[in-house]
C-alpha cells in the first residue's frame, strides 16, 4: 500500500479564495482523521470519521472550515474564504479499529498551505 | 511538517548516549497511547505504542513506560544516533477513537 496520500503537497493562494485538501486513506481504514500543524498551536485534530461519518468536528475552528467524507477512499477538508492566519501543514490520517482495540494512525505526508 | 516551534522544548544528547523523552497526559480515561517521530517535511511516523493496562513495552532500542497514577508517558531510546534527530510527539486515545497529540519535544544528537 502506498500509504496515506494527501494532494497537493503545497498551496499558495491568495485569501478569499476558496481551498480544497485532498486526502485517500490507506485500503480499509476506517477511520480518517484531519489535523493542522502550526508553530504556535502544534497538531490539532480538526475532525474525524468513521466508516465515512464525521464523529467529531469540535475542532473545527470556523464555519469557513468544512470537510467531507463522499467515500471510504477519499476525503476533503475545505477552507472558503482563506485567510492568511489558515496558513499551517494540514495532514491526513487514517487507522483501523480492530474490534475493541485501538490502532496506530498512519500520517500522510501533508499539504503545506500559504494563504497571501 | 512544520513540526518546530519557538516554545518546543528540546532535548540535546550525545550520539550513543539514550535519550528519555517525557510527556504528560490529560485525560485519565484515555487507554491507548502513541509515540509518533516526525521529521523535517514529513508528517508524524509511529514508533511504539502501549495500552493502559500495561506498565512498559519495548520495541527496537526504544522503550514506553507508563505511570496511570501521575498520567505520564516517556519514551526511551537506547544508543541514540544521529537518525533519531526529530520531533517526537506523545498521543493518547480515549473513547470514540479520538488522537491527542501532546506539544512535541525535539531531539537534537550531537557526534
Redesign the interface.
Known sequence: DAGVIQSPRHEVTEMGQEVTLRCKPISGHDYLFWYRQTMMRGLELLIYFNNNVPIDDSGMPEDRFSAKMPNASFSTLKIQPSEPRDSAVYFCASSLAKGLLNTEAFFGQGTRLTVV | ??????HLPTLSVQEGDNSIINCAYSNSAS??F?W?KQES??????II?I?SNMDKRQGQRVTVLLNKTVKHLSLQIAATQPGDSAVY?C?E?AA?????????TRVLVKP
Not at chain 2, 1 to 6: D, R
Not at chain 2, 96 to 104: A, E, P, R, S
Open positions: 511538517g512544520e513540526s518546530v516551534g519557538l487507554d491507548y502513541i509518533y517535511g514529513k508528517g508524524p511516523q509511529f505504542d495500552r510527539f498521543a486515545k470514540g477513537n479520538k488522537l491527542t497529540f501532546g506539544g512535541g
